[in-house]
């Protein structure tokens, strides 16, 4: 996420999904330490819990208008694999919205 084009910090749509298991660790996670209390274990799988509407890792402040991932340094491999301006990045956008519009959208659900 370090296209300039795209600020990434004031966006966020890419961690936001209805699936509460949207986010599955890969085995290059493995290593990686995330909070086990932050994850959906089922069986030999785990999932990032998104069941808030969002990654249980985004931090939002709504004033400051910014989402930050609270695990940058431990972020699964999917997060780093996925690219600001990328065709996906284009689709989170368009499903999801920026930031504010899907916080506004969430909260009233
Ligand atoms: S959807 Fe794209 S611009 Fe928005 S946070 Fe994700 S990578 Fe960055
Ligand atoms: S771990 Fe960080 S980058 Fe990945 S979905 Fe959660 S908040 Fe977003």
């Given amino acids: 996420m370090s296209d300039?084009?795209?600020?990434?910090?004031?966006?966020g749509a890419c961690c936001f999904s209805r699936n509460p298991r949207?986010?599955?660790?890969?085995?290059?996670?493995?290593?990686?330490?995330?909070?086990?209390?932050?994850?959906?274990?089922?069986?030999?799988?785990s999932f990032v819990d998104f069941s808030c509407g969002h990654c249980v890792h985004l931090q939002l402040d709504l004033t400051a208008g910014q989402a930050i991932c609270a695990v940058y340094d431990n972020r699964?491999?999917?997060?780093?694999?996925?690219?600001?301006?990328?065709?996906?990045?284009?689709?989170?956008?368009?499903?999801?919205g920026i930031l504010g519009e899907k916080v506004r959208e969430v909260r009233v659900a």
């Fill in 4 to 11: 300039t084009a795209f600020d990434c910090v004031a966006c």
């Fill in 76 to 96: 699964p491999e999917a997060c780093r694999a996925f690219r600001a301006g990328s065709f996906e990045c284009g689709k989170a956008i368009r499903a999801n």
């Fill in 22 to 45: 949207y986010l599955v660790l890969l085995p290059e996670d493995r290593e990686r330490d995330l909070p086990r209390d932050s994850l959906i274990v089922d069986g030999e799988r």
